[in-house]
């Protein structure tokens, strides 16, 4: 059995989504990062970069960032339906779509939720979020175009897990201003929006999303460490 650790404001319901999708067995663990605990000394012992989620094989190793965990367990449970396998001839154009993601949008949603994290001084906060949050949007622009020629989804009418984990990054933004920017994004996260399996955690994401820029209004030099 798997073990998940995860917990509010983290990416781990992207991995927890892969897990249910999968009917994989899994434990989740929730780590509390507003409170720090994913720098304690008993959650580096588990993963020494401090990164949730983790997750725990049935063999014993423990594994971070978030794509390759979603990939891992798509190849090795063979999730046909939300990964292509390495002969279709779309595995391209998702592996594209994933890593674009992990490489290029989610650095700079880091950016955009810890600036005090990339920023010398308190008072560059605002200019360090507000230029992630161009650049993201410049990304999610290039994105726009993509689904609009192949769309809806991705992968055209395949839904895969690259539709889910682009639209987790949305929620995490401004969904209602990236929305009536660009229709085809906003066509993709509705479809992905309204998916079965995916309403819980979207809609979980849109409340943590609210809840934390809330807490940025009310403490601008940063919420988590």
């Not at 798509?74 to 779309?90: C, E, N, V, Y």
């Not at 989610?106 to 939720?113: D, G, I």
Request: net charge neutral; glycine share 6%; charged share 25%.
């Amino acid at each position: 059995m798997y073990i998940l650790y995860g917990g509010d404001f983290t990416r781990a319901p992207l991995v927890q989504w892969v897990l249910e999708e999968g009917k994989i067995d899994y434990e989740l663990r929730k780590i509390d990062i507003l409170k720090g605990e994913h720098r304690s000394a008993d959650f580096l012992a588990i993963n020494p970069a401090g990164l949730v989620p983790v997750l725990i094989t049935p063999e014993g190793d423990a594994l971070y960032e978030v794509a390759a965990l979603m990939l891992y367990l798509a190849d090795r449970h063979q999730l046909k339906d939300i990964s292509p396998p390495l002969t279709d001839p779309d595995r391209g154009l998702f592996l594209s779509t994933v890593l674009h993601i992990a490489g290029e949008i989610q650095p700079e949603m880091k950016r955009f939720h810890f600036p005090h994290r990339f920023s010398l001084r308190a008072e560059d906060n605002a200019g360090v979020r507000d230029l992630a949050k161009s650049l993201v949007l410049g990304r999610l622009s290039v994105m726009d175009t993509r689904l609009a020629k192949r769309g809806p989804y991705v992968l055209g009418t395949r839904f895969s897990l690259a539709d889910f984990y682009l639209s987790f990054w949305i929620a995490y933004l401004d969904r209602d201003y990236v929305c009536n920017e660009f229709p085809a994004i906003a066509k993709l996260y509705g479809l992905v929006r309204s998916r079965q399996s995916t309403i819980p955690y979207l809609a979980e994401t849109e409340r943590m999303a609210e809840a934390y820029a809330e807490m940025i209004k009310r403490k601008p030099g940063g919420v988590i460490a």
